[in-house]
């Protein structure tokens, strides 16, 4: 079936180091790829998103780009901040699905 | 342009009562789904519904729980008889598609005493 796997967690940085968060998925068609971005005791924000192959997402310097031949859409940082610190989910969506299909998380801390 | 509406943020309920979970979606939107999040953990899908249907409930457990999305007001998610297990973060999310992105609510806290 359809699934995303994240890298595991915690990632621990120091601050204006580079992140790389990784996602891969499993799908048999061409599905939408998000990622999502959770801090503490909120709900999930859209942090960016990409709807097909060799597209790239990017928002607040973040970027992400769909690799269909990898079937992974990485998270990128060049300078991470403090305030970066939360859980980031990535995740998938077909146009013909029920249901956002997303990876179990990452919690990323970034030490000032 | 209010986002995703849940109330209540924060919710206590005595094992054996019933919850009531509030969802308005954005303006415009008229799919919604129900997540659940544990502490420390991932979301799992619940139920997914378009306006006066249940499109997709896999997630669901078979007893206790209820999704409705009526014509009118807010989508409802019913837990009947709770208990402990039950405490959880409940997340609410829309989309104006079933294909396009959809955005979350900061949830319900629901704890079982």
């Known amino acids: 079936g359809d699934s995303v796997t994240q890298m595991e967690g915690p990632v621990t940085l120091s601050e204006e180091a580079f992140l790389t968060i990784n996602c891969t998925y499993t799908a048999t068609g061409y599905p939408s790829l998000f990622w999502y971005v959770q801090y503490p005791g909120e709900g999930l924000q859209l942090l960016l998103k990409?709807?097909?192959?060799?597209d790239k997402g990017s928002n607040k310097g973040f970027e992400a780009t769909y690799r269909k031949e990898t079937t992974s859409f990485h998270l990128e940082k060049g300078s991470v901040q403090v305030s970066d610190s939360a859980v980031y989910f990535c995740a998938l969506l077909y146009s013909s699905a029920s249901k956002i299909i997303f990876g179990s998380g990452t919690r990323l801390s970034i030490r000032p | 342009n209010a986002g995703v509406m849940q109330n209540p943020r924060h919710l206590v309920r005595r094992r054996g009562q019933e919850a009531r979970l509030r969802c308005s979606p954005m303006?415009?939107?008229?799919?919604v789904y129900w997540y659940r999040q544990l502490p420390e953990e991932g979301l799992k899908f619940m139920v997914y519904?378009?306006?006066?249907?249940?499109?997709?409930e896999s997630g669901m457990p078979k007893e206790r729980f209820s999704a409705e999305f009526p014509k009118e007001g807010p989508s409802i998610l019913r837990i009947q008889q709770v208990v402990r297990g039950d405490s959880a973060a409940y997340f609410c999310a829309s989309s104006y598609q079933s294909d396009t992105e959809a955005f979350f609510g900061q949830g319900t806290r629901l704890t079982v005493v």
């Open positions: 519904l378009q306006k006066e249907n249940i499109i997709d």
């Open positions: 990409a709807t097909k192959a060799d």
């Open positions: 303006k415009g939107h008229s799919h």
